[in-house]
């Protein structure tokens, strides 16, 4: 069953690329049957970061070679762990 964060990032991508959040799987390339390109890409990422309150730094982001929603989802939620983390302690 996916958690919530799996569920928040893909009503985020629904919302930019107007897709029903329910047809977004994690296997789902983000280029390809996404549609997204580095601008709508950096849309997705600016509302997580938001949606969140978290930081995904640039250089992270490119450096991630993100390729579907699954890794975009993993990313977020590593930042979200890291960023709870350093918070605690």
């Known amino acids: 069953m996916p958690n919530s964060t799996h569920l928040r ?10 897709i029903p959040a329910e047809e977004i799987t994690d296997e789902q390339v983000l280029t390809d049957e996404i549609g997204l ?5 950096l849309e997705v990422v600016v509302r997580l970061e938001a949606e969140f309150r978290t930081v995904i730094p640039d250089s992270e982001l490119f450096r991630a070679r993100l390729r579907t929603v699954g890794d975009l989802t993993d990313l977020t939620a590593r930042h979200i762990e890291r960023e709870r983390m350093e918070s605690a302690g």
């Open 9 to 18: 990032v893909k009503k985020i991508l629904g919302q930019v690329r107007n």
């Open 37 to 41: 390109d580095s601008l709508s890409l």
